[in-house]
């Protein structure tokens, strides 16, 4: 096999690169800043948007948060949550915040997000695309008449239709006073309501995943780094299910169980593997 030599200094840019476009976003217009402008940027702008970030999510009022919103959700209007006004000067004091649509000739007048399982679209009680809805308030569609506005009775992971679902859009302090996640304040721009790995899944997802980290804790079975909170970096998406399976399931015995090295590595015992090929035989 050919060895494969990777210049560092090149992945390095790379890595600048994606940093700098999750930072600034569209705000350079296509042009990308000077360093000295971009240092410029980051003075002026970084503070404001840690200060005044706008958490937004998808669900039913009073419930669980469905979905959190992250820079690449797609709107209603088909546009991408990072296109529309994401950051104040100074935060509204009306109630509910609209989130314009920053892309030319868009009548979009505030984010709504629409429920998309898959690569199917849901459907308006009228049978009708999102598409074939006007983006402007109300959503009215252009094929029929019969439509009062885009209602889709499509049901989400919680059990109720999407047409009881809101798109809220609120700060900091209202989001903690709902008892939610606020994560850390991070420089990224639109990162909307995204605090970690779990707030990726769909509430009922994320709640089930906490629950069993609860529960895990509760049986006594404690990660050092804790990492059934999943949140603060990456390798805490790796947490090795045989190892935690084995260790809280009091029927495995002790030798049974896999073991790991001082480098991480979780290995199965083979004694384990022919005990349960040979209890399966014998059953058959």
Same mark, same amino acid.
């Given at each position: 096999? %050919?060895?494969?030599?990777?210049?560092?200094?090149?992945?390095?840019?790379?890595?600048?690169?994606?940093?700098?476009?999750?930072?600034?976003?569209? +705000?350079?217009?296509?042009?990308? @800043?000077?360093?000295?402008? =971009?240092?410029?940027?980051?003075?002026?702008?970084?503070?404001?948007?840690?200060?005044?970030?706008?958490?937004?999510?998808?669900?039913?009022?009073?419930?669980?948060d469905?979905?959190?919103?992250?820079?690449?959700?797609?709107?209603?209007?088909?546009?991408?949550?990072?296109?529309?006004? %994401?950051? @104040?000067?100074?935060?509204?004091?009306?109630?509910?915040?609209?989130?314009?649509?920053?892309?030319?000739?868009?009548?979009?007048?505030? =984010?709504?997000?629409?429920?998309?399982?898959? /690569?199917? $679209?849901v459907?308006?009680?009228?049978?009708?695309?999102?598409? +074939?809805?006007?983006?402007?308030? !109300?959503?009215?569609?252009?094929? /029929?008449?019969?439509?009062?506005?885009?209602?889709?009775?499509?049901?989400? !992971? /919680?059990?109720?239709?999407?047409?009881?679902?809101?798109?809220?859009?609120?700060?900091?302090?209202?989001?903690?006073a709902? !008892?939610?996640?606020? !994560?850390?304040?991070?420089? =990224?721009?639109?990162?909307?309501?995204?605090?970690?790995?779990?707030?990726?899944? +769909?509430?009922?997802?994320?709640?089930?995943?906490?629950?069993?980290?609860?529960?895990?804790?509760?049986?006594? @079975?404690?990660?050092?780094?804790?990492? $059934?909170?999943?949140?603060?970096? @990456?390798?805490?998406?790796?947490?090795?299910?045989?190892?935690?399976?084995?260790?809280?399931?009091?029927?495995?015995?002790?030798?049974?169980?896999?073991?790991?090295?001082?480098?991480?590595?979780?290995?199965?015992?083979?004694?384990?593997? %022919?005990?349960?090929?040979?209890?399966?035989?014998?059953?058959?």
């Amino acid at each position: 096999m %050919t060895p494969v030599n990777h210049n560092k200094k090149a992945l390095e840019a790379v890595d600048d690169y994606a940093e700098y476009r999750r930072i600034v976003g569209d +705000d350079d217009g296509g042009k990308l @800043f000077t360093p000295e402008e =971009y240092e410029e940027y980051k003075r002026r702008v970084l503070p404001l948007r840690m200060k005044n970030r706008l958490y937004v999510s998808f669900g039913v009022p009073g419930g669980i948060d469905c979905k959190q919103i992250g820079p690449e959700t797609q709107c209603f209007c088909e546009h991408r949550y990072k296109q529309h006004q %994401t950051e @104040f000067e100074v935060i509204p004091s009306e109630r509910p915040i609209a989130l314009q649509c920053k892309v030319s000739g868009c009548r979009c007048s505030s =984010y709504n997000y629409i429920p998309q399982p898959g /690569c199917a $679209m849901v459907r308006c009680k009228c049978k009708h695309l999102p598409q +074939d809805h006007s983006e402007a308030a !109300g959503h009215l569609c252009k094929k /029929c008449k019969v439509c009062s506005g885009f209602q889709s009775p499509y049901t989400c !992971g /919680c059990g109720r239709p999407s047409f009881e679902h809101r798109t809220l859009v609120e700060t900091k302090q209202e989001r903690l006073a709902r !008892g939610q996640p606020v !994560g850390k304040d991070v420089p =990224y721009a639109a990162m909307g309501g995204l605090t970690g790995f779990t707030s990726l899944l +769909d509430g009922y997802l994320a709640l089930q995943v906490l629950s069993e980290g609860n529960s895990l804790y509760s049986r006594g @079975f404690y990660l050092k780094s804790k990492l $059934m909170h999943l949140d603060a970096c @990456f390798e805490k998406s790796f947490v090795r299910p045989l190892l935690i399976a084995a260790a809280c399931l009091p029927s495995v015995p002790h030798h049974l169980r896999p073991q790991s090295d001082s480098h991480g590595r979780c290995d199965v015992p083979i004694q384990l593997k %022919t005990e349960k090929t040979t209890a399966w035989r014998g059953a058959r």
